[in-house]
């Protein structure tokens, strides 16, 4: 909201010396935020001053343009007393016309700096200035003519134009409507200052009557109050006055024509949105209700809409005129030959205007403050106030009549204890002093005792509850007298389980060599099938959002592998070697049992609701993904790099697992997005739950990679990081160290070429027992050797006991049984 300091001063007594900088300081600590202070003049300097046009000769120019030599009456302000010759373009003026000269040595905004030059033959002392050359507006099609009697040649017009005057800026939160007028800031300098104010709608206004324009209402709750009067006689002709124009650009706001800019001019100062029609085009009475399925309006801006059943419009027998409180339509709509003018002030339900608003893509400054919600009670002073300006300026005279439709809302009332502010703010504060503050704010407050009735002034439908009034009074008492006490918190118990070992997780991947990230949580169909899920794959029944951040990517993602794999491939793209990305996050799956239900907000939902709320939640765990893609070991002096593969995939699982004291299974699968032949499944055992199924990890399929943009053979890991910590052990045991000699024993089994690994090293381990210390695959081997679709395994078992050494024989009975066991279990045969 933008208002001229001046603006505000008419309406309220500030001591002497407040400037503009100490009016704003208190504002803001009131609420009114300041964003800045401007003055259309700041830049401008040098002489800057009337001058009466004495000749005007035009001059047409080889290229088609039509210049005027004019010579001009500055007085003395150029030394000489003699008149100026300038060149000038624009040929809104006459002789004897009053204008607005800059001289050589002036500088304009911009940095344009004036001085005397030759052009088109002629030596242009000076410029005759438009708006847009002096920053008070966008119009350059001509110059400014001042009213005749501004004042005389060579005099200073920096205060003639309000070139000096100081514009201020607020910010004003949505809850604050009423600050987005003279009316509403003008309030609330005199709250700052106790200082006397003048309400611009207290005026006298004639009563309602019959004799007015026929309005019918047939939706009062969509609009409580209609009123209507008309004039007539308009000039329409007539310019709008220099100081209203002025402060509607000052405001930020274009001036159009009187008509309009009345009505604008109104509304900055009261807050209430008036709207004009030309009545000679309206066609029997006017009446309020909501459109019907189909109707269309073509509104101001010339757009043809169609409207919804929930809007509110303004239709008279001709069919809709308007978007009630939003904008007009095209066909009533004020002219250059309009000289009956309708004039609407009506409260409009700030929901409607809203959705209406939002609906239409319609922003204007009349829909910004009906739908924050504006002061009901003012509409007959709003549109009285309208008709004078009008019969003023344009030369109108008012109609006999004023129609009056509906009353306003009855003002709210909120009981509230008298020291409720003290106790929330900290800050000693009488029940005297509320009722005081609560008064000044423009609140009625009935009780002296320890609960006191408050009724709202009906500008603040933001006052809704008692700790409002407690907002109210803090900051009349000042915000900085609320004082700064650091709440002591309870002693707490530490980190949870699932803290610590999300923990735990981390810092073992980040001692892994991997980095941290934090990725996109939603998908598209476009990153399902770049990962080549099938149309029955589970991870394509997606949770949609009704309100996506992007069209391309509507839905809470059910895999953390789309935002990994496209991080990696923009790190790779970016020239990094080789990346190993992870990420811990939630993924979603659908509830499958249908929307929630919408519960109203004036209760707390009952247990049974929350239940039902809770059901319609989507089942959310919470999943490790891995990404490692180009280099996973470096080159350089000590020999060639190595690029990362699916073992290195596998060792990283490996790894978390044994910083949570699991033992992982790895099996044979085959699963998108990894390569069909190099995918495994995996699986940790828990003591309770049996054998728990992690997650998949393996080297990623080519087209997968092609279509991320990633190496070949990238590879990736995603599991079920909560499926991981409810089998993880709290607190793992350390290794068990013995002073004895280990025993080495070397195995090779031939088995079918299908066969897990992992199967036969269990199978192994559980026959070795308990002298066995560690069992490792270090060889694969196929070929004629072996028999067609047989492999060789070789396993490296370690034996040793905390307490002895370990015979030759004991160590061979424990390798023979491991070998009995994983030939009984698998059809192993130990090669020869």
């Given amino acids: 909201m933008k208002l001229p300091a001046s603006w505000i001063r008419e309406h309220v007594d500030l001591p002497d010396g407040v400037g503009t900088g100490d009016l704003t300081d208190r504002l803001t600590a009131l609420g009114l935020k300041l964003e800045a202070v401007e003055s259309a003049g700041a830049d401008i300097t040098g002489p800057l001053v009337i001058g009466r046009v004495l000749t005007m000769e035009p001059e047409p120019q080889k290229n088609g343009k039509t210049i005027n030599w004019c010579t001009v009456d500055v007085g003395a302000a150029n030394g000489t007393g003699e008149p100026q010759g300038i060149v000038c373009g624009a040929h809104n003026f006459a002789p004897g016309d009053l204008v607005v000269v800059v001289l050589p040595g002036g500088v304009l905004p911009g940095g344009f700096a004036i001085s005397a030059r030759k052009t088109y033959g002629h030596v242009s002392a000076g410029m005759i200035c438009s708006a847009r050359e002096l920053g008070l507006g966008e119009d350059h099609d001509g110059i400014i003519v001042l009213p005749a009697d501004a004042g005389e040649p060579g005099e200073d017009v920096f205060d003639l134009l309000g070139l000096r005057e100081e514009v201020i800026e607020f910010e004003i939160n949505p809850d604050r409507a009423y600050a987005l007028s003279v009316r509403g800031v003008a309030r609330e300098a005199a709250l700052a200052y106790d200082a006397p104010y003048r309400d611009p709608v207290e005026r006298d206004v004639p009563p309602a009557d019959d004799a007015g324009h026929p309005v ?96 509110l419009v303004v239709t008279d027998d001709s069919g809709i005129i308007g978007l009630g409180g939003v904008m007009g339509g095209e066909a009533t709509e004020m002219s250059g030959t309009t000289t009956r003018v309708l004039v609407e002030a009506a409260h409009w339900d700030p929901v409607a205007m809203f959705r209406t608003g939002k609906r239409h893509k319609i922003s204007s400054e009349a829909g910004r403050r009906n739908e924050r919600g504006v002061d009901p009670t003012i509409c007959e002073a709003a549109a009285d106030r309208v008709v004078e300006l009008l019969c003023s300026h344009g030369g109108a005279t008012a109609e006999p009549g004023v129609t009056v439709v509906g009353t306003p809302p009855p003002a709210s009332t909120i009981t509230v204890d008298a020291d409720l502010p003290a106790r929330v703010t900290g800050i000693e504060v009488p029940p005297a002093t509320t009722v005081q503050h609560l008064t000044a704010v423009g609140c009625a407050v009935e009780g002296t005792g320890d609960v006191l009735t408050v009724t709202v002034p009906p500008w603040r439908p933001d006052l809704t509850d008692p700790f409002d009034l407690v907002e109210e009074v803090a900051r009349v008492v000042g915000y ?353």
């Avoid at 997005?673 to 828990?686: I, K, N, Y």
Wanted: aromatic share 4%.
């Fill in 216 to 311: 019918v209402v047939d939706d009062p709750q969509g609009c409580p109050v209609f009123v209507a009067r008309t004039v007539s006689g308009f000039d329409p002709t007539a310019p709008t006055p220099d100081w209203m124009a002025r402060r509607i650009r000052q405001a930020g706001m274009r001036p159009i024509s009187l008509a309009v800019d009345v009505t604008n001019y109104v509304m900055l100062e009261t807050g209430r949105p008036i709207h004009g029609y030309d009545a000679d085009k309206l066609q029997g009475a006017v009446r309020v209700r909501r459109a019907r399925e189909g109707e269309r309006l073509t509104t101001l801006d010339g757009t043809d809409r169609v409207l919804s059943p929930e809007d």
């Fill in 480 to 832: 900085d007298r609320v004082p700064s006490v650091l709440p002591t918190p309870r002693a707490g118990r530490g980190l949870t389980r699932e803290q610590r070992l999300r923990r735990r997780v981390g810092r073992t991947l980040a001692g892994a060599g991997c980095v941290e990230v934090l990725t996109f949580p939603f998908v598209g169909e476009a990153a399902l099938d770049a990962l080549g899920l099938d149309a029955d794959d589970p991870r394509r029944r997606t949770t949609r959002l009704a309100n996506p951040l992007s069209a391309e990517e509507p839905a809470y993602t059910t895999t953390l592998l789309p935002g990994l794999l496209k991080a990696a491939a923009r790190n790779i793209g970016r020239g990094a070697p080789g990346v190993a990305l992870f990420e811990t996050a939630t993924v979603a799956f659908p509830s499958g049992r249908g929307a929630a239900p919408i519960y109203g907000v004036d209760r707390r939902p009952s247990s049974d609701e929350l239940a039902t709320l809770l059901e319609a939640v989507p089942h959310q765990p919470l999943h490790l993904a891995v990404v490692l893609a180009g280099e996973r070991e470096r080159s350089g002096w000590w020999g060639e790099g190595r690029p990362a593969g699916w073992a290195d995939a596998l060792a990283v699982v490996r790894v978390v697992a044994e910083e949570l004291g699991l033992d992982l299974v790895v099996e044979s699968a085959a699963l998108a997005p990894w390569h069909p032949g190099r995918c495994a499944r995996l699986s940790v055992a828990d003591p309770q739950r049996g054998q728990v199924e992690l997650g998949h990890a393996g080297e990623l399929h080519p087209r997968v990679c092609q279509a991320f943009g990633l190496p070949a053979r990238s590879a990736a890991v995603e599991v079920d990081l909560d499926g991981l910590m409810r089998s993880a052990v709290d607190v793992p045991g350390g290794p068990t160290l013995s002073s004895f000699p280990v025993a080495k024993e070397d195995v090779a089994l031939v088995v079918d070429a299908g066969l897990p690994a992992a199967a036969v090293e269990a199978a192994l381990r559980e026959g070795a027992g308990p002298l066995l210390e560690s069992v490792r695959l270090f060889d694969v081997f196929t070929g004629e050797q072996v028999g067609e679709g047989r492999k060789s395994l070789a396993f490296a078992l370690r034996f040793r006991a905390p307490d002895r050494t370990l015979t030759e024989e004991e160590t061979a009975r424990a390798r023979e049984a491991a070998v009995a066991l994983a030939g009984e279990r698998t059809g192993a045969v130990q090669r020869a």
